[in-house]
């Protein structure tokens, strides 16, 4: 069965550019959430969606970053001026219903962005 | 506030010998605990799940986890280790009452298996 799907896997910017990650959570899951892995951490939580709403944006480390999910289903993550600091795997991950007993969360492969 | 703490950042084992990783965490109440494990160039997988049904957890490729409330310890383990099982393994907490609650990851264990 499908899973979740990020595009692209890879991305190598500049210094300065804007980049836009994409991520296709599984059909029919109504919460999606972003985070962010640096090499040898484990993920932190960005930004998290209820369908269309963004319910949490604790995470986004500046306003550089930013994330939609305009449909409620594919999201966006778009970061501005990219600087080195930004260079880490992105996850996006969905889950089914906004409460649950337990919270499972389907993760997707990620996208690693490299900024030189 | 939620923690997590992965208690070695390396462990080695032969194949067939028994893998331990171990896990505290930290939460003012009764906690939602998972492991995932991430292979490389791969997706985070759930290993297994604690929802408060019961504390002796079993997940998927052998591995299982003990839920101990006295010593707030989620400890992962596995009776014989195989190659396969090298990877990188997240002791993770959650809110369980809360709506759309981020996962807290620990830092991570890289588990190494030699033949």
């Not at chain 1, 305009?70 to 999201?75: L, Y």
């Not at chain 1, 649950?100 to 969360?105: H, I, K, L, S, V």
Request: proline share 5%; net charge neutral; aromatic share 10%.
């Amino acid at each position: 069965g499908a899973g979740v799907s990020q595009s692209p896997r890879y991305k190598v910017a500049k210094r300065g550019q804007d980049v836009a990650l994409r991520c296709d959570p599984i059909s029919g899951h109504v919460s999606l959430f972003w985070y962010q892995q640096a090499l040898g951490q484990g993920p932190e939580f960005l930004t998290y969606f209820q369908n269309e709403a963004q319910l949490d944006k604790s995470g986004l480390p500046s306003d550089r970053f930013f994330a939609e999910r305009p449909e409620g289903s594919v999201s966006t993550l778009k970061i501005q001026r990219t600087q080195q600091e930004d260079s880490a795997v992105y996850l996006c991950a969905s889950s089914l219903a906004p409460r649950q007993t337990y919270n499972e969360q389907f993760f997707g492969p990620g996208t690693r962005l490299t900024v030189l | 506030a939620q923690s997590v703490t992965q208690l070695d950042s390396h462990v080695s084992v032969s194949e067939g010998t028994p893998v331990l990783l171990r896990c505290n965490y930290s939460s003012s109440y009764s906690p939602s605990l998972f492991w995932y494990v991430q292979h490389p160039n791969k997706g985070l997988q759930l290993l297994l799940k604690y929802t408060s049904a019961a504390t002796l957890v079993k997940g998927i490729n052998g591995f299982e986890a003990e839920f101990k409330k006295s010593e707030t310890s989620f400890h992962l383990t596995k009776p014989s280790a195989h190659m396969s099982d090298a990877a990188e393994y997240f002791c993770v907490v959650s809110d369980p009452n809360q709506a759309g609650t981020a996962l807290i990851f620990g830092k991570g264990t890289t588990l190494s298996v030699s033949s």
